[in-house]
């Protein structure tokens, strides 16, 4: 929707006069000054007030992501300790940054009750562009994007993740699995 | 007196210019430089809803980010001294000297006190009590701008020469309402001698911002603009040229701009506490009646006008403390002018103003007389 943004303010002489608008700025940061420093006080001396300052601590604190939030894709772990993916490779192909690497494995009857499991599975973070589609393209609600970001390095080649790194219990998924639901559940796929 | 003779005068004389020194001294360069930075920090943090610098610690100790003064000194301390390449070596060594200097030289001429008694000798808190002492600040202060043009010229960098014109276009166009504006504080006060002026304002009604309102505003607006501080920061416009006249300055060079502008600030404070705010006086109480206050049998009038003494410098610096606290909220508050705007207010606004405050002054004296 198009909108027409008038900048050609006619100013009052109130305003033209500047000074009074310069003291009025000034008073509401003069404000904002005296309120916080009054409510630091108390913050400082160890209680915890309920202050308006949103400033989180961060490696110390740490907030609550959002369930939108796209960190690094882990597997889906099943509660018989098997992954929920079949490998099929749609991730590995709807990947556009090509970090997810499956080797499949067919069933023969011994090693595992599904038909088709992936033998190994490996995400490069270090590649990884944190889109998403990796989740979007599963047919089987085996890859979602979880809320870890901090998967800084030293080595390179750490960032390449393998089967055992990325699982996760489906217990910890489920407010995302329910998310992703509700999200690619409105294209009807 | 014979100049080589120490007689005792002399050497009291001696000892006491020389305390007044070093106060001074340790009072900015050891107090108010270092401790400006952090105020300016944790000031935009707290307005602003932040928390500010609090991370540099000792043993888990962080005294509200205090520790980041040392933090920063030993960051400058431990930085490359970097001269680049096609930079006038000289020149590039020398302006931050040159920017320096003046901010420090100008608190020689300003009283941080008044007269007092001092078992039978008259101390002056003044280093030099210099008959033209408004001038002589405005000569130095001036003096300044060559660090700064210096300073963008012959660092061979695009960024730093615009920034150096910028800086010699707006300090010379704001020298002229500075000085003009001073003009009418003459004309009220009739001398020159700071401490003077200082001493003229005991009464409360007799301060510099009832009788000159106007010049009050527009002295503290050119002196904010002669520092370069926003909203008057085009010399260092951050998101235009990078950082202005010291980008290629790095270490302790750059440091003693930082701190020539911090001082700087504290020197606009004096300067108009001085001229405009009454100085070293507390409002409604006269300097005599703190002496006789303090004047018990047993303490002596030189321990009353000691204490006296303290308190004065005490409000004094409160006052100076005050203008600072004036000068970072107008900073962490208004927008960066625009350059043309810049030079719009300073000619088209400032400079007639200060013209028509003259003559209004001067009709309101023969008024009066």
Known sequence: ?189 | MDLFSFTDEFLIDLGLTLLKIGFILAVTVGFFAPVLTWVERKQSAIMQDRIGANRADIMGFTALGLFHIIADALKMFAKEDFIPQGANRLLHTLSPIIALVPALLTFAVVPFGGKYELWGHQVNLVISDLDVGLLFVFAIASLATYGYVVAGWSSNNNWSLLGSMRTASQMISYEVTMGLTIIGVLMVYGTMQLDEIGAAQENFWRWGIFLQPVGFLMFLTASIAENKRIPFDNPEAESELVAGYFTEYSGLKFGMFFMAEFIEMVTIGAIVTILFFGGWHIPFIETQDIIDTFNFSWLGPSIANLITMGIQVGVFFAKVCFFIFIQMTIRWTLPRFRYDQIMKLGWKILLPLSLVNIVVTGIVIMLLK
Request: net charge negative; charged share 30%; hydrophobic share 40%.
């Open chain 1, 1 to 189: 929707m198009a909108y027409y943004v008038n900048r050609n303010v006619e100013m009052t002489w109130w305003e033209k006069a500047y000074i009074p608008e310069i003291i009025r700025g000034m008073l509401i940061t003069v404000r904002h000054f005296f309120k916080n420093l009054f409510g630091f006080i108390p913050f400082f001396l160890g209680k915890k007030k309920e202050r308006e300052i949103f400033t989180v601590y961060y490696p110390e604190e740490t907030m609550d992501y959002p369930i939108a939030y796209r960190g690094r894709p882990v597997l889906a772990l099943r509660e018989d300790n098997l992954p929920e993916c079949v490998a099929c490779g749609l991730c590995e192909i709807a990947c556009p940054a090509y970090c997810i690497d499956i080797i499949p494995g067919a069933n023969s009857g011994k090693q595992n009750k599904d038909e088709r499991f992936p033998k190994a599975f490996t995400i490069d973070y270090a590649i990884c562009i944190f889109c998403g589609f990796c989740e979007e393209a599963c047919p089987e609600e085996a890859i979602f994007m979880s809320d870890d970001c901090e998967i800084s390095m030293l080595d390179r080649k750490k960032m390449k993740y393998d089967m055992e790194q990325l699982l996760v219990p489906v217990a910890d998924l489920k407010d995302r699995i329910e998310f992703t639901r509700k999200m690619y559940g409105k294209w009807n796929y």
